[in-house]
């Protein structure tokens, strides 16, 4: 006749096994079959039963007593009812995510996570997907005031002119003091941006100025710029030459073939004659007064991909 009822917790067909400790001293036992309290077995000492978790205790493998050591001539023994459930490691890749409830993994238990498994569309914070987000092409943006200091992007540390003085353009062309910059672009850059922002003043009345783009002692003739102010105070002015990177190289356009090593980007000034002269750096007049105050430019590398 088949088994009616819950299925017998310890396994055993049968009557329950004993086991025997005659003769062992001290404050504990040692068993054989892990359990998983002390309501799981029966301890008799001189074939009294004693009174689970009042007169022991008894976890996995161990029974420890409650006050009472037990000695050598003492008759102890123990009747199983239970035994704890056995453990044994999972297989890797056995467990499947139907076994897995929702909301299980919290933020503790994830350590890493590879950048190529963030894939897919950014959420908005109503659940909705983000839509029409360009991504940036900017691999590296050296922004330097032209005050002697350090300054470091990916590719490199790089130290800035310190700008102390005005400077007046003459009839030769003459390179701008903080314009020059000894530069490598990230790997991967299809263009670098050269900007340069300075103060632009009258030394004579009117002032006819040429600007010049160089790449090493190459001029970019395309990229030429003629500035002409008539007393115009403190103007600031924004010059900017593009370098394109890949193709075959054109000197005029600033275009490079390749770009892997060095190369010296600057500016050069030069007046269209004598009674046209320009002051770059300084700053005319100030609080109801003629200065002799110091505008220090910015030089702005931008290297885009």
Same mark, same amino acid.
Not at 37 to 60: K, M
Not at 82 to 106: E, P, R
Not at 131 to 156: F, H
């Given at each position: 006749?088949? /088994?009616?009822?819950?299925?017998?917790?310890? *396994?055993?067909?049968?009557?329950?096994?004993?086991?025997?400790?005659?003769?062992? @001293? =001290? *404050?504990?036992?040692?068993?054989?079959?892990?359990?998983?309290?002390?309501?799981? %077995?029966?301890? !008799?000492?001189?074939?009294?039963?004693?009174?689970?978790?009042?007169? /022991?205790?008894?976890?996995?493998?161990?029974?420890?007593?409650? =006050? /009472?050591?037990?000695?050598?001539?003492?008759?102890?023994?123990?009747?199983? $009812?239970?035994?704890?459930?056995?453990?044994?490691?999972?297989?890797? =890749?056995?467990?499947?995510?139907? $076994?897995?409830?929702?909301?299980?993994?919290?933020?503790?238990?994830?350590?890493?996570?590879? &950048?190529?498994?963030?894939?897919?569309?950014?959420? &908005?914070?109503?659940?909705?997907?983000?839509?029409?987000?360009?991504?940036?092409?900017?691999?590296?943006?050296?922004?330097?005031?032209?005050? =002697?200091?350090?300054?470091?992007?990916?590719?490199?540390?790089?130290?800035?002119?310190?700008?102390?003085?005005? #400077?007046?353009?003459?009839?030769?062309?003459?390179?701008?003091?903080?314009?020059? %910059?000894?530069?490598?672009?990230?790997?991967?850059?299809?263009?670098?941006?050269?900007?340069?922002?300075?103060?632009?003043?009258?030394?004579?009345?009117?002032?006819?100025?040429?600007?010049?783009?160089? %790449?090493?002692?190459?001029?970019?003739?395309?990229?030429?710029?003629?500035?002409?102010?008539? *007393?115009? !105070?403190?103007?600031?002015?924004?010059? @900017?030459? +593009?370098?394109?990177?890949?193709?075959?190289?054109?000197?005029?356009?600033?275009? #490079?073939?390749?770009?892997?090593?060095? $190369?010296?980007?600057?500016?050069?000034?030069?007046?269209?004659?004598?009674? /046209?002269? &320009?002051?770059?750096?300084? +700053?005319?007049?100030?609080?109801? &007064?003629?200065?002799?105050?110091?505008? $220090?430019? #910015?030089?702005?590398?931008?290297? +885009?991909?």
């Amino acid at each position: 006749m088949a /088994y009616i009822g819950n299925q017998n917790p310890t *396994g055993f067909v049968g009557r329950p096994p004993k086991e025997d400790f005659t003769g062992t @001293t =001290g *404050g504990t036992l040692a068993l054989s079959n892990a359990v998983g309290s002390a309501h799981d %077995i029966e301890l !008799f000492i001189n074939h009294v039963r004693q009174e689970p978790e009042t007169s /022991y205790q008894a976890a996995g493998t161990t029974v420890t007593f409650q =006050g /009472y050591t037990v000695a050598a001539t003492d008759d102890v023994y123990v009747v199983y $009812k239970g035994l704890a459930q056995l453990t044994s490691t999972v297989a890797d =890749g056995s467990i499947g995510t139907a $076994k897995i409830g929702n909301g299980a993994v919290t933020d503790a238990k994830i350590d890493t996570m590879a &950048a190529s498994k963030l894939t897919g569309a950014l959420p &908005a914070i109503d659940g909705s997907n983000l839509t029409g987000l360009g991504g940036s092409n900017i691999k590296e943006k050296l922004v330097m005031l032209c005050d =002697g200091q350090n300054y470091t992007v990916s590719s490199g540390t790089y130290t800035s002119t310190n700008v102390t003085t005005h #400077q007046t353009m003459g009839t030769t062309s003459t390179d701008i003091t903080g314009s020059s %910059i000894s530069y490598t672009p990230p790997t991967g850059t299809t263009m670098v941006i050269y900007e340069f922002v300075f103060s632009h003043n009258f030394h004579d009345t009117d002032t006819v100025t040429q600007i010049r783009s160089f %790449i090493d002692s190459d001029e970019v003739t395309s990229q030429r710029q003629s500035i002409q102010c008539y *007393g115009a !105070f403190n103007v600031e002015y924004h010059h @900017t030459f +593009l370098i394109p990177i890949g193709g075959t190289a054109d000197t005029a356009t600033g275009r #490079q073939a390749t770009w892997t090593s060095a $190369k010296t980007l600057k500016i050069q000034g030069r007046t269209y004659n004598s009674n /046209y002269q &320009a002051r770059f750096h300084d +700053l005319k007049n100030w609080d109801g &007064a003629g200065s002799t105050l110091k505008r $220090k430019p #910015q030089l702005i590398i931008t290297a +885009l991909g």
